[in-house]
């Protein structure tokens, strides 16, 4: 079974994230942890910020099928940093001119996988109770019956629809030169 973690638009250059991730490409989880506790990169923190989400959703996220995989059988199947958005912006620069500044952004996909498959124990949903079928037979005795109890209360009397007019009352067109 695969579980992912996402992490979008995060403010470092892709090529620097890379040079992080692949440390850690293929490697199980608590190796990638501690190597990435001891790195002295500046993506390092948020890379193993989203591993340990990663590893929160192996725990967390397939609870109803009574899978709950553990940090020791799980590795890093894959991970990925892909360019996100780019800000632009402008430096001033002599004899009046202004050169371009590119303040990439990242958006890093990470899938875990699991050493030995767990097992998926199959839950035995409850069904919702089934509702009772009448029928056409059924119903006509029940209001012959109900019939004959309510005959000293009144009936109700329905409101009738009101018809959905578009502009309201509008009688007639009224000119903008204030003819009537």
Not at 34 to 45: D, G, I
Not at 63 to 87: M, R, S
Not at 97 to 117: N, Y
Request: aromatic share 4%.
């Amino acid at each position: 079974m695969e579980f992912q973690a996402k992490l979008r638009h995060l403010r470092i250059a892709p090529k620097k994230v890379r040079l992080v991730i692949d440390v850690i490409r293929g490697l199980d989880v608590i190796e990638a942890k501690n190597k990435l506790q001891f790195m002295e990169k500046r993506a390092a923190r948020p890379v193993l910020k989203l591993l340990e989400s990663a590893i929160a959703n192996a725990q967390n996220n397939f609870a109803h099928l009574d899978v709950k995989a553990e940090e020791g059988n799980l590795f890093i199947k894959k991970i990925v940093a892909d360019e996100g958005p780019t800000l632009k912006r402008w430096k001033p620069r002599a004899f009046g001119r202004a050169t371009p500044i590119l303040k990439r952004s990242t958006h890093i996909q990470l899938v875990l996988g699991e050493k030995k498959p767990s097992k998926i124990k199959k839950n035995k949903a409850k069904k919702a109770p089934a509702t009772e079928v009448k029928t056409v037979k059924q119903k006509e005795a029940e209001k012959q019956s109900g019939d004959q109890k309510d005959q000293s209360q009144p009936e109700k009397i329905k409101e009738q629809p009101k018809p959905k007019t578009g502009f309201g009352k509008l009688t007639r067109f009224i000119r903008r030169t204030g003819e009537k």
